[in-house]
């Protein structure tokens, strides 16, 4: 890939057959193919790197990255991946009327240049459709939209645009949070303690969600405390025998889905008469992290 300077601008030269486009988020970066430098007119090249550029100075690269993680985030969400068409068809739109406007020529003429790209591209490989421009379409109905909405293009007001998103910001921030104080909470601590008995290869919960057991058993950072004579009294009558281990301090996402925890082997050859049992906590990683905030 050739790397050549036009009017102080970077850009990426290909032999590959596809429409203009810029990668990169760091480092943007805008490729043309080999057929459009060769053949366009240096005002012609201009608007077209005006056009990367302007993707790249509104920030859409950002946007689309956003978008996506939130598709493998909420994938459960069929809209997310339903209107990725048209929010990259949006972004498109306001590409080309913030191109328009800025570089002072009609858009008759920025029209042109965009339907020249399209036939060059088609002409130097009959057999291979133009490729998807950065959030454009490739399909006729797509660009007959696309040409449409610049054919129809109408100067606007600067100031009057960022005050529509200032207000929309704003409306946008008190949304979410009416939207989160209205919510379930995204997981809850979960208070219960379960007791389990190991024996052999096999294992069995002998109580859980047992209201007694908050009687028996506490715990803070680093230990767990438990009234000997109740707790096994508790296990005679549950006729446990094996390992004893008490498992604590873990979380549930609603409606119910328990996830986490602590835990510690009880040792039944204590005589205080508070045992006191130390643990390591386990804290959440990463993953557990993120299933949280989910």
């Known amino acids: ?43 012609e090249l201009k608007a077209i790197i005006q056009h990367e550029q302007t993707h790249i100075r509104l920030g859409h690269l950002w946007f689309g990255l956003a978008w996506d993680m939130l598709r493998c985030l909420l994938w459960m969400n069929p809209f997310l991946t339903v209107f990725q068409k048209h929010f990259r ?13 800025n570089s002072g020529k009609t858009a008759h003429e920025y029209g042109l240049v965009l339907l020249k790209t399209l036939k060059l591209l088609r002409s130097e490989s009959e057999n291979v459709p133009p490729a998807v421009t950065y959030a454009g379409e490739s399909e006729f109905i797509g660009m007959k939209r696309r040409m449409g909405k610049i054919a129809g293009f109408h100067p606007y007001r600067k100031k009057l645009c960022m005050c529509m998103v200032a207000v929309l910001v704003a409306v946008t921030g008190a949304a979410l949070l009416v939207i989160h104080s209205c919510s379930y909470a995204q997981f809850r601590e979960d208070e219960s303690i379960l007791v389990y008995e190991y024996v052999g290869e096999d294992g069995v919960t002998i109580s859980n969600h047992d209201s007694r057991l908050d009687q028996m058993i506490s715990y803070d950072d680093s230990y767990v405390y438990v009234d000997r004579e109740a707790f096994e009294a508790f296990l005679g009558k549950n006729n446990a025998e094996g390992q004893i281990y008490i498992v604590f301090g873990g979380f549930y996402k609603p409606p119910g889905f328990l996830c986490g925890g602590q835990s510690c082997l009880y040792e039944t050859d ?5 045992v006191r049992i130390p643990y390591i906590r386990q804290e959440d990683n990463w993953m557990m992290a993120l299933f949280k905030i989910l």
Do not use: H, N, W
């Open 270 to 274: 204590s005589t205080d008469e508070v």
């Open 89 to 101: 068809a949006d972004m498109e739109d306001i590409c080309d009327r913030v191109c328009i406007q």
């Open 1 to 43: 890939m050739e790397k050549v300077f036009f009017d102080g601008i970077r850009v990426s030269v290909t032999d590959m057959i596809v429409t203009p486009f810029t990668i990169g988020l760091l480092k943007p970066k805008i490729v043309l193919p080999k057929a459009m430098a060769d053949s366009y007119s240096r005002e």
